[in-house]
């Protein structure tokens, strides 16, 4: 069955960086273009970023475009995304998505808190 599983959050002061990961199995990787997509309390869902199947297109919401770079290991079905000059308003809880433009699985999600 499909499995996407995040890891890399935690708690960061403004300015700081994270690296987040999303290890997919259960369907072949390469073959779909894939999304980070993030949740923070009481809001809806916000699409951050997303990369075709291939790695060489990428597309940023305005909110973190500069700051975050999406990348993905087709070799070891990874997802990454890299998180720069973190901003209190960044803290969410950060998931990977199957596709783009449409979701059809989802993992469980990684924290990630910015606060001094």
């Known amino acids: 069955q499909v499995q996407l599983v995040e890891s890399g959050g935690g708690l960061v002061q403004p300015g700081g960086s994270l690296k987040l990961s999303c290890a997919a199995s259960?369907?072949?990787?390469?073959?779909?273009?894939m999304s980070w997509v993030r949740q923070a309390p009481g809001k809806g869902l916000e699409w951050v970023s997303d990369i075709n199947i291939g790695g060489d297109s990428t597309y940023y919401a305005e909110s973190v475009k500069g700051r975050f770079t999406i990348s993905r290991d087709n070799a070891k079905n990874l997802l990454y995304l890299q998180m720069n000059s973190l901003k209190p308003e960044d803290t969410a809880v950060y998931y990977c998505?199957?596709?783009?433009?449409?979701?059809?699985?989802w993992g469980q999600g990684t924290q990630v808190t910015v606060s001094s």
């Open positions: 259960g369907f072949t990787f390469s073959t779909y273009g």
């Open positions: 998505a199957q596709g783009r433009f449409k979701y059809d699985y």
